[in-house]
């Protein structure tokens, strides 16, 4: 079955450390996204990729970095220079730039202590 | 930018309409309607492209006004599975500096008791 994955579900980790969240798809789709789900802010943009080898910054990018070395594969990385790094993240893809539907990965939900 | 949705929550009875609505400061070039139940993925609803058209499935119906920048959901005769978050999102143009960004809105909580 084609879909997007996003592991792990849970994640814990000491702050100061970074940490890399998984997003893989194999729907072949060109374009893949990373959002933020804080209570009551809706779903805010980290980043987003348009094609292999090329990604560009969302409206919270801070803190955050990606890679897009495979077209099906997208991780996300929270590193140490994120200042409340704790919450639900979700990836999505979709077939090309804003006029297909977005498919969402069940998201990781992010813990630092 | 994120759009802006507005109500921020509605309540209703089984049966009773609603819409909600979605506004960007920013030329569109689609608007996608999405709806997340709690501690679930989003779920594609619809979306409308620009040239003021007007789509729908079983009840839920939407309408988008590029010129407005603006975009309505309208959900009639409303079931208990109609329950959940609403996501307005926004694409801007092709050549623009926000083409391909997917943005979304802060989200409208929608109750619905039997």
């Known amino acids: 079955d084609g879909g997007i994955t996003q592991s792990p579900k849970y994640l814990f980790r000491k702050e100061g450390q970074n940490v890399t969240l998984s997003c893989e798809q194999n729907?072949?789709?060109?374009?893949m996204y990373w959002y933020r789900q804080d209570p009551g802010q809706g779903l805010r943009l980290i980043y987003y990729?348009?094609?292999?080898?090329?990604?560009q910054k969302g409206d919270i990018a801070e803190g955050y970095s990606v890679s897009r070395e495979k077209k099906e594969s997208f991780p996300l990385t929270v590193t140490s220079a994120q200042k409340n790094p704790t919450a639900f993240y979700l990836c999505a893809s979709s077939i090309r730039d804003g006029d297909t539907e977005a498919f969402f990965g069940q998201g990781t939900r992010l813990t630092v202590v | 930018q994120q759009p802006v949705q507005s109500p921020q929550a509605v309540i209703l009875r089984e049966g009773e309409d609603a819409v909600i609505n979605c506004s960007s400061s920013k030329a569109l070039y689609s608007v996608h309607w999405y709806r997340q139940k709690h501690g679930e993925a989003p779920v594609f609803l619809m979306i409308l492209l620009k040239g003021g058209e007007q789509k729908g499935h079983d009840k839920i119906s939407a309408s988008f006004n590029e010129k407005k920048q603006q975009s309505s959901l309208y959900l009639t005769a409303s079931q208990l599975s109609y329950s959940g978050t609403y996501f307005c999102?926004?694409?801007?143009?092709?050549?623009?500096?926000?083409?391909?960004?997917?943005?979304f809105g802060q989200g409208t909580i929608l109750t619905v008791h039997p």
């Open positions: 729907l072949n789709h060109d374009a």
């Open positions: 990729s348009q094609i292999v080898n090329d990604f």
């Open positions: 999102g926004t694409a801007g143009n092709a050549g623009g500096t926000s083409y391909g960004k997917l943005t």
